[in-house]
C-alpha cells in the first residue's frame, strides 16, 4: 500500500517518514502548553529527537500493518507541522471501525483548519480502506472539539466516566462516531 499523499485547500497530508523527526520534535515544542490539557502527561523524553524518531519510525510500521494512519498536516510549503490527524486501532474484519484523534498548533485554531484536515483524512479512510465506524472521543469542557465533531456530522453515541488519564487525571469522555454512508462490501 503507498503512503498517503492528500491535498486539502491549505495543506498536505501524509505520514512522516523517521528522518523528519525535527518537524515532529518542533511542532510539540512550539505548542506544549497548548496541548497539555489535552493530551496524557508527557515525560521529558517527549521532546527530544530520539523519542520522534522512534515515534515516526513505529508509525510507519503501524501504516503497513494496518494498524493505524498518523497523518500530519504541513503547511503549503511542507517545511512545517500545523496539525495531525491520527487514526488507531483500525480493525477489519466484522468491526471495520477505529479511532480518530487530531490536534492544531495553537495559532491556526479557528481558521476552519481542523475540520479541513480531518476530513480529509475521514475521506482518505473511507475511501481507501474501506472503513464502516470512525470513533472520536472528547472531554466535555472541550467546546471545540464537541463542535468539530458535530460539523463533521459525528454523532454522540455515550458518555464515559473516567475514561482517559489525561495530564495526569482521569477524566469522562463523550463518545461519538461518523458512519461510512457510501460504505461497500469489498
Given at each position: 500500500?503507498?503512503?498517503?499523499?492528500?491535498?486539502?485547500?491549505?495543506?498536505?497530508?501524509?505520514?512522516?517518514?523517521?528522518?523528519?523527526?525535527?518537524?515532529?520534535?518542533?511542532?510539540?515544542?512550539?505548542?506544549?502548553?497548548?496541548?497539555?490539557p489535552w493530551e496524557p502527561r508527557r515525560d521529558p523524553d517527549f521532546?527530544?529527537?530520539?523519542?520522534?524518531?522512534?515515534?515516526?519510525?513505529?508509525?510507519?510500521?503501524?501504516?503497513?500493518?494496518?494498524?493505524?494512519?498518523?497523518?500530519?498536516?504541513?503547511?503549503?510549503?511542507?517545511?512545517?507541522?500545523?496539525?495531525?490527524?491520527?487514526?488507531?486501532?483500525?480493525?477489519?474484519?466484522?468491526?471495520?471501525?477505529?479511532?480518530?484523534?487530531?490536534?492544531?498548533?495553537?495559532?491556526?485554531?479557528?481558521?476552519?483548519?481542523?475540520?479541513?484536515?480531518?476530513?480529509?483524512?475521514?475521506?482518505?479512510?473511507?475511501?481507501?480502506?474501506g472503513l464502516h465506524r470512525i470513533m472520536a472521543n472528547h472531554m466535555?469542557?472541550?467546546?471545540?472539539?464537541?463542535?468539530?465533531?458535530?460539523?463533521?456530522?459525528?454523532?454522540?453515541?455515550?458518555?464515559?466516566?473516567?475514561?482517559?488519564?489525561?495530564?495526569?487525571?482521569?477524566?469522562?469522555?463523550?463518545?461519538?462516531?461518523?458512519?461510512?454512508?457510501?460504505?461497500?462490501?469489498?
Amino acid at each position: 500500500m503507498a503512503l498517503p499523499h492528500i491535498k486539502t485547500a491549505r495543506t498536505q497530508l501524509t505520514i512522516l517518514p523517521p528522518e523528519r523527526a525535527d518537524l515532529m520534535l518542533d511542532y510539540h515544542q512550539r505548542n506544549r502548553l497548548h496541548l497539555a490539557p489535552w493530551e496524557p502527561r508527557r515525560d521529558p523524553d517527549f521532546y527530544t529527537l530520539g523519542c520522534w524518531f522512534t515515534r515516526l519510525r513505529e508509525s510507519y510500521g503501524q501504516f503497513f500493518a494496518g494498524q493505524a494512519v498518523n497523518l500530519v498536516a504541513l503547511d503549503a510549503s511542507g517545511a512545517r507541522v500545523i496539525a495531525t490527524c491520527n487514526f488507531t486501532n483500525i480493525v477489519q474484519g466484522m468491526f471495520q471501525a477505529c479511532h480518530l484523534g487530531y490536534s492544531i498548533d495553537e495559532a491556526y485554531q479557528g481558521q476552519g483548519l481542523m475540520q479541513e484536515v480531518v476530513q480529509g483524512g475521514i475521506d482518505y479512510l473511507f475511501a481507501e480502506l474501506g472503513l464502516h465506524r470512525i470513533m472520536a472521543n472528547h472531554m466535555p469542557a472541550n467546546l471545540r472539539s464537541a463542535a468539530l465533531l458535530a460539523r463533521l456530522g459525528f454523532e454522540r453515541e455515550g458518555y464515559a466516566r473516567d475514561y482517559l488519564m489525561i495530564n495526569g487525571q482521569w477524566e469522562d469522555h463523550v463518545l461519538t462516531s461518523l458512519l461510512n454512508p457510501a460504505w461497500a462490501p469489498r
